[in-house]
């Protein structure tokens, strides 16, 4: 086998503009199958996109044997549930962030995929952005010194979004901060490479059991004494993404860092007494990260080796994002 074939579970409109093109798009990857739950529908976007097999359950899809490995693409609510039907399939799973509804859940995938021996990946594909693995290595290397303080933000329009369902909790699990707040978390705990040990918010609205917040700020504190803060919002009419670390001896910043396939900028500034000794701009060009994480996903079935972002990996996020919603 040199590719991995692959289910798409959950074939809505981000799938079929993002996921579908980057399996297509990876070396060692192919798609073989989707599911919709309206089966007509299923079939018409099968034929238009040239896909052998569509389904209208995840039961279906991961009964057949052209399926190697499923790319859970659903709601949040349905997440552990089909990631739990794939791993007793024998089906390796590549799920969306955030990973569950809660801890509990991502506890329990975790076990059922190990129980058997599936590969299991969390969709936190900001880590493998050349640019953030470069500030990663800028921090490593001290030329910023002692990271004291990290601030992310992002923020898109969510009241024009299709998704109907962004505010409701028993579906999305949270408002910006399970959806969009986790790719800033997770930015921040892989730059640091540690772990968060508080985590307060200040949610607007204030959610109630129908309506989860539409901002929210989050104060967090990291295991070295690191102190950041997420800014996360449905309530801005321009998408926007920005991040800024700050150490003893400088600073780095970059906007779209959340951004696939586009240009841009990594300024690095570094300071001594009071004075700018060094501004320098580090330019990228992104690439499709959407493609890079199923091309590492399928290496890592292929070869048998480690998953690159582990069902562990979602599981630190849920513990902060669970305690983040309660305000």
């Known amino acids: 086998m040199n590719k991995i074939r692959y289910g798409i579970i959950g074939f809505g409109a981000f ?13 060692n990857s192919d798609i073989v199958a989707i599911q919709k739950r309206s089966l007509d529908a299923a079939r018409a976007k099968a034929r238009e996109h040239n896909i052998p097999h569509a389904f209208a359950t995840a039961d279906e899809l991961v009964k057949h044997s052209d399926v190697d490995a499923v790319f859970i693409v659903s709601v949040t609510s349905t997440h552990c549930p089909e990631t739990l039907i794939a791993a007793r399939a024998g089906k390796h799973i590549l799920v969306e962030k955030p990973m ?6 991502a506890e329990e995938m975790i076990r059922v995929c190990n129980e058997r021996n599936v590969k299991l990946m969390v969709g936190h594909m900001v880590r493998l952005s050349p640019a953030v693995l470069r500030m990663k290595e800028i921090i490593k290397s001290g030329a910023i010194g002692r990271i004291t303080f990290m601030k992310t933000e992002f923020v898109y329009d969510g009241r024009i979004s299709h998704r109907t ?6 579906i ?39 309506h989860s917040e539409a901002t929210a700020t989050v104060s967090l504190r990291f295991s070295r004494g690191t102190v950041g803060s997420i800014y996360c919002s449905y309530e801005s009419a321009i998408r926007r993404s920005y991040i800024e670390i ?24 570094r300071g001594e007494k009071d004075r700018i000794v060094e501004d320098r701009i580090e330019p990228f060009d992104l690439p499709d990260l ?38």
């Open 172 to 210: 999305a699990g949270g408002g910006p901060i399970f959806d969009i707040g986790v790719h800033c978390l997770d930015t921040m705990r892989f730059l640091v490479d540690d772990e968060v040990v508080s985590a307060k918010s200040e949610l607007s609205p204030q959610p109630t059991p129908t």
């Open 246 to 269: 700050v150490g003893t001896e400088g600073a780095l910043s970059a906007y779209e860092y959340t951004r696939s396939g586009i240009p841009i900028e990594v300024r690095v500034v």
């Open 100 to 105: 569950a509804m809660n801890v509990a859940e």
């Open 15 to 27: 799938a079929e503009r993002l996921i579908l093109p980057a399996i297509r798009a990876s070396a």
């Open 290 to 327: 959407y493609e890079r994480e199923v091309t590492l996903f399928s290496e890592c079935i292929l070869n048998n080796t480690p998953s690159p972002i582990p069902g562990e990996v979602g599981l630190a996020n849920q513990r902060v994002i669970d305690e983040a919603v309660k305000g």
């Open 165 to 170: 369902w962004l505010v409701s909790p028993t």
